[in-house]
Nanobody
């Protein structure tokens, strides 16, 4: 059974930093692309960042470029999101997801493209 478990969320002041982790278990060999999504209160879930399995190709949504860095350690089946210069508008529940599809083959606006999801971790940025 596949499990993705996020950790590292919390309360931080604007301008601060947090690092999220997503530990995976089960059928990890089938995961190709891994990604972070977020959902703010009363908002739809949105794509944040994605990373391919080999070579480290990455995608970011425009609002986090230059501030967030996605990375993964395949030996530990763990995905990371380093978040710097946090803003109040970054407040959301952050969820990790995994897909058997390649990095460039996924429509990140369609959550059905991701095969597995974690339950999320809350990030709150105070002003």
């Amino acid at each position: 059974q596949v499990q993705l478990v996020e950790s590292g969320g919390g309360l931080v002041q604007a301008g601060g930093s947090l690092t999220l982790s997503c530990a995976g278990s089960g059928r990890s060999f089938s995961w190709n692309t891994m990604a972070w999504f977020r959902q703010a209160p009363e908002m739809e879930r949105e794509f944040v960042a994605a990373i391919g399995r080999i070579g480290g190709g990455t995608y970011y949504t425009d609002s986090v470029k230059g501030r967030f860095t996605i990375s993964r350690d395949n030996t530990k089946n763990t995905l990371y999101l380093q978040m710097n210069s946090l803003k109040p508008e970054d407040t959301a529940v952050y969820s990790c997801a995994a897909s058997t599809s390649g990095l460039r083959a996924i429509d990140y606006n369609d959550p059905r493209e991701m095969n597995y999801w974690g339950k999320g971790t809350l990030v709150t940025v105070s002003s």
